[in-house]
């Protein structure tokens, strides 16, 4: 019998919970841009003025306070991120019973989302957005196109087991639809696996939004993302480092922390 020591280790060792206190920490500075005292748009100073007790980050290239852009920057990218992965988990989950059935249909579905993953995310980025223009809607579809596969092909390694089991057959015996069984039966069998899974997805839209900014498209149409942040403050990263590195550090920090916590997160859950 496991001691009550043991068991906490396992949930959360202190390696966990230093990776998820830089989690929070920077999730929470990208969604407290409503807390800032400027909007981030506004010129308050020189261009590139290294940091003071006024502007703690400096300006960047057009006089703006680095930290408030940094915040709302933060805001609109989470959220973004946010609802891109949740439409991409939507379709991957659906994608995913589809091809875990047999039958033609199933096949041909499963070379198609296979061929999805082999393309770069960067040459879809590049393709959907010249075709689709820049804007939120655009980096939905993005995202779901990037991130559906994935989803879709370890929902399909899920379920195949689950769907052979006893209780499955017992519920498609005894009258339920092949919908029904899959939401009642089979999907809460794959929630924390799935969980994981999504939240990997979610660290990844962070970091592709952030990419397809830096590369200039400007994805989300507000010019003060991280992804731009850090393209426009190289220009002047001699006179203020802070413009290009803040913005840098606060991705590195949520995108490299949430992957490793959710991958330790997802070993322990299978222990």
Not at 8 to 21: H, I, R, T
Not at 31 to 51: K, N
Not at 81 to 104: N, P, Q
Not at 151 to 167: C, G, Q
Request: aromatic share 8%.
């Amino acid at each position: 019998m496991r001691s009550k020591h043991s068991v906490s280790e396992k949930l959360l060792s202190w390696p966990d919970f230093v990776l998820l206190v830089f989690f929070v920490a920077f999730l929470a500075l990208a969604l407290a841009g409503s807390l800032s005292p400027t909007d981030g748009t506004s010129t308050v100073g020189a261009a590139f003025m290294p940091p003071s007790a006024e502007h703690p980050l400096g300006t960047d290239g057009l006089g703006r306070d680095v930290l408030a852009r940094l915040m709302h920057g933060g805001a609109h990218l989470i959220a973004v991120a946010a609802v891109s992965t949740a439409v991409a988990a939507a379709v991957g989950v659906a994608l995913g019973f589809a091809v875990s059935a047999k039958g033609r249909f199933a096949d041909v579905l499963s070379y198609l989302l296979d061929l999805l993953l082999v393309i770069p995310s960067i040459l879809v980025v590049m393709v959907l957005v010249f075709g689709l223009g820049s804007g939120v809607g655009t980096m939905i579809v993005v995202t779901t196109a990037v991130s559906a596969p994935y989803i879709a092909r370890y929902t399909r390694s899920l379920v195949r087991p689950v769907a052979a089991s006893p209780y499955v057959t017992a519920a498609r015996l005894s009258g339920d639809s092949a919908a029904k069984t899959a939401v009642r039966e089979v999907l809460p069998n794959l929630a924390v696996p799935l969980a994981t899974t999504v939240g990997m997805r979610f660290i990844n839209s962070v970091y592709l939004v952030a990419t397809a900014a830096f590369l200039g498209f400007d994805p989300l149409g507000t010019g003060s993302d991280w992804g731009t942040m850090i393209q426009t403050g190289v220009t002047g990263i001699s006179l203020n480092p802070w413009a290009a590195l803040a913005p840098t550090i606060a991705i590195a920090c949520i995108t490299i922390s949430g992957n490793l916590l959710l991958d330790r997160i997802g070993k322990r859950s299978n222990l």
